[in-house]
């Protein structure tokens, strides 16, 4: 059966690149938001596997990502009973609607995008088209659930925008007189205090799976060991932590710390700066390694154990892939129809 939806169901879409190792950037970031907001609000979660195929992927090493990625969201809490857990390329209808929305969107949107100046670099004229329009496709992502709220880490905040751009240039374009907007404008939410986890090398960069540097990132797969010499190693400087917020945003290497600390144990950046202040670093880091250890040290257990079974895990996907199609159909055959195609 079809789920048709309507623009006042609040409904959750994100997703997230099988690019290679997961880390605490996205854990924080994205996933253990994604945990908590399932709770209340139909959730639908998507590994983005057409968006890593933006830059240069390994078929082999892109197929095994794909079987880590859904491990470690499950891993991570993510329950695939209550929210639909798919693969993106296997609904083909993220495709179909991106084509229509790169018809909508306007290069000059596009240029403004800094993720793509980011990761072009200077390198420019050799990316690909589809790193140019990534953010179209993750327009057509959120709105072909006609997604109301779109958790993600504060690097995606500008796409989030272009998707409402999107939204808004379809509705003045295409809804007809008389009738409700088609396509009501995604939220992006923000939350937690680790909105933007930094390198472990250097506090002005992001913490990234593409990072050269595997010191530079804490992967969800790390075991307890990695974890403890990478946040020893973690770039520092020699003064003791701070005593006010003014003084903590001049240390970039001190300030992610105390936010990663923050956010593994759910309280204000104030009163772990509060909890923390005068001290050095060689009494903060232990207590650091401690809390990242358990946190993340059941979800690589489940990880391993999960990934034994890899076809299990392609059946998890597959319910997804069913569930997903049953509420893209009906939009996407909508958009056709106001778009003008006989279908
Ligand atoms: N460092 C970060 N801090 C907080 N949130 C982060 N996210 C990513 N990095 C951080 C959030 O994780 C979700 C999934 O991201 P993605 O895998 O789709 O792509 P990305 O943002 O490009 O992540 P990476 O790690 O930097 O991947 P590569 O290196 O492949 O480009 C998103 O919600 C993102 O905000």
Partial sequence: MKNEITNNQKRIFSGIQPTGNLHLGNYLGAIKNWVNLQRDIPSIFSIVDLHAITVPQDPMKLRDSIHEVTAAII???????????????????????????????????LNRMTQFKEKAGKNREKATVGLYSYPVLMAADILLYKATHVPVGEDQKQHIELARDIASAFNSMFTKENEEDFFSLPEPQILGTATRVMSLRDGTKKMSKSDASDASRINLTDTKEQISNKIKKAKTDPNPLPETMDELKSRPEALNLLNIYAALSSQTISITLEQFSGKGFSHFKPLLIELAVETLSPISSEMRVLLKDTKEIDKILKIGEEKAKNIAEPVLKKVKNLVGFIN
């Fill in 75 to 109: 891993a991570s809490g993510v329950d695939v009973k209550k929210s639909i857990l798919f693969n993106q390329s296997s609904v083909k209808e993220h495709t179909e609607l991106a084509w229509i929305f790169n018809c909508v969107c306007r290069i000059g949107w």
